[in-house]
């Protein structure tokens, strides 16, 4: 059974930082085959795309919003993926989710919730 658990959400302050963390187990494949995207979604929104990146992490690319602000990389030899999140905002608050895609599979996370507040 395939799973990707989220953890490093929370509470943050606007200009602090998070690391998100991302873990996979049950692959049916290496993890270095897989594409590894994040994802968010805020409440009454529609959920997107924050960062993604290529299984040997040469590709690397983040949706314009992140604006230099957040770090994805990966770790295969631990099967997980990090996201780094800083300079917060409070629209950066929502439920981040963990996706893997290979061929045609396409694995999500339950998420974790990231809430940016004074």
């Known amino acids: 059974q395939v799973q990707l658990v989220e953890s490093g959400g929370g509470l943050a302050q606007p200009g602090g930082s998070l690391t998100l963390s991302c873990t996979a187990s049950?692959?049916?494949?290496?993890?270095?085959?897989?594409?590894m995207l994040w994802h968010r979604q805020a409440p009454g929104k529609d959920r997107e795309l924050v960062a993604q990146?290529?299984?040997?992490?040469?590709?690397?690319a983040y949706e314009n919003f992140v604006n230099g602000r957040f770090t994805i990389s990966r770790d295969n030899a631990k099967a997980t993926v990090t996201l780094e999140l800083n300079a917060l905002e409070p629209e950066d608050s929502a439920v981040y989710f963990c996706n893997a895609k290979y061929k045609s599979t396409d694995y999500w996370g339950q998420g974790t919730q990231v809430t940016v507040s004074s």
């Open positions: 990146i290529s299984g040997n992490s040469f590709l690397r």
């Open positions: 049950g692959l049916t494949t290496t993890f270095e085959n897989y594409h």
